[in-house]
């Protein structure tokens, strides 16, 4: 299970990466994240792995990561974090340069 869908974040690995990150209160929920080009079919995972913190009396949940890819540019890409819950989508950058990128902080 997701914990929220604010909780989940991608970023660039390389030209044809992403890693997916999220959150989850269980611990032993899978790292793993299914994807694919059609909503609902995914026909490709990446399987990650997990960690947790601590900061006096606060305990993380669990924070994934997987490295998906490689991917293809200028494509759509659906996918879903831990084998369940919500489908998110996707779109990688063009392969031609330049490309502007905006970059919003949580």
Same mark, same amino acid.
């Given at each position: ?32 994240? @299914? ?20 900061? %006096? ?14 991917? @293809? ?14 489908? %998110? ?10 490309? @502007? ?6």
């Amino acid at each position: 299970m997701v914990a929220n869908d604010n909780q989940v974040h991608i970023s660039t690995v390389g030209e044809k990466n992403m890693r997916i990150s999220w959150v989850t209160d269980d611990l032993n929920a899978p790292s793993v994240v @299914e994807y694919g080009t059609s909503p609902g079919k995914y026909t490709a995972s990446a399987t990650g792995d997990h960690t947790t913190y601590r900061y %006096f009396l606060y305990k993380s949940g669990a924070i994934h990561h997987a490295t998906i890819g490689p991917l @293809e540019a200028s494509t759509t890409y659906h996918y879903r974090c831990g084998k369940a819950g919500d489908e %998110f989508t996707l779109r990688t950058p063009p392969a031609k340069l330049p490309v @502007e990128i905006v970059v919003v902080g949580d």
